[in-house]
Nanobody, 125 residues
């Protein structure tokens, strides 16, 4: 079993930055692909960024490419999402997710086996 705990959300003005962190339990973290997703009120959960088990492959949604950076530290069992140049449309609950099977991040929610509880990010205009 894997537990994921997100932190780092908050309220920020447009153009500002936030760094989200996801702490994972479990000895197999280094073999999991990890993803960040977000869900705004009334909308479906959407892919934001993903990173392979090794950190060598990263994927980003077009809407965040060039502004967000995903990284991981397998020694510390965490994955981070650095968010710069934030926009009001980035406002959502952000979720960390782990895929125990593929090793390469999926861009859909289905393949992910474990989810955190989410952290709220609010960007004011």
């Amino acid at each position: 079993q894997v537990q994921l705990v997100e932190s780092g959300g908050g309220l920020v003005q447009a153009g500002g930055s936030l760094r989200l962190s996801c702490a994972a339990s479990g000895r197999s973290f280094s073999t999991y692909a990890m993803g960040w997703f977000r869900q705004a009120p009334g909308k479906e959960r959407e892919f934001v960024a993903g990173i392979a088990w090794s950190g060598s492959i990263t994927y980003y949604a077009e809407s965040v490419k060039g502004r967000f950076t995903i990284s991981r530290d397998n020694a510390k069992n965490n994955v981070n999402l650095q968010m710069n140049s934030l926009k009001p449309e980035d406002t959502a609950v952000y979720y960390c997710a782990a895929d125990a099977n593929l090793g390469i991040p999926a861009t859909m929610t289905g393949p992910y086996d474990y989810w955190g509880q989410g952290t709220q990010v609010t960007v004011s205009s």
